[in-house]
């Protein structure tokens, strides 16, 4: 079954910068389209970031210019480089097969929490 299990996540101040990651096992990684998936407190889960498997990137409008999502499909590897980080930042950030998450489908990790103070 889908298995993603996400790390890198923690409590740092406004305008530092973070690297989470993710693995991915029980499926073919570099068929799907991947992403960056956050849900704050009371929020429902929204898109942060997504890439093809050939390296085609959407970034909400929120992150642009900030964040930067990349892959590497011989390690079953995503990862996402977020800079100058804000408060509103701060969430459960999740990855997933974009797929899912556009169908409902409940195949998602425990995620890994982003506190960013101000």
């Known amino acids: 079954q889908v298995q993603l299990v996400e790390s890198g996540g923690g409590l740092v101040q406004a305008g530092d910068s973070l690297r989470l990651s993710c693995t991915a096992s029980g499926f073919t990684f570099s068929n799907y389209y991947m992403g960056w998936f956050r849900q704050a407190p009371g929020k429902e889960r929204e898109l942060v970031a997504r890439?093809?498997?050939?390296?085609?990137?959407r970034y909400a409008d929120s992150v642009k210019g900030r964040f930067t999502i990349s892959r590497d499909n011989a390690k079953n590897g995503l990862y996402l480089q977020m800079n100058s980080l804000k408060p509103e930042d701060t969430a459960v950030y999740y990855c997933g097969r974009y797929d899912d998450y556009i169908s409902q489908r409940d195949n998602w990790g425990q995620g890994t929490q982003v506190t960013v103070s101000s």
């Open positions: 890439i093809s498997s050939g390296g085609g990137i």
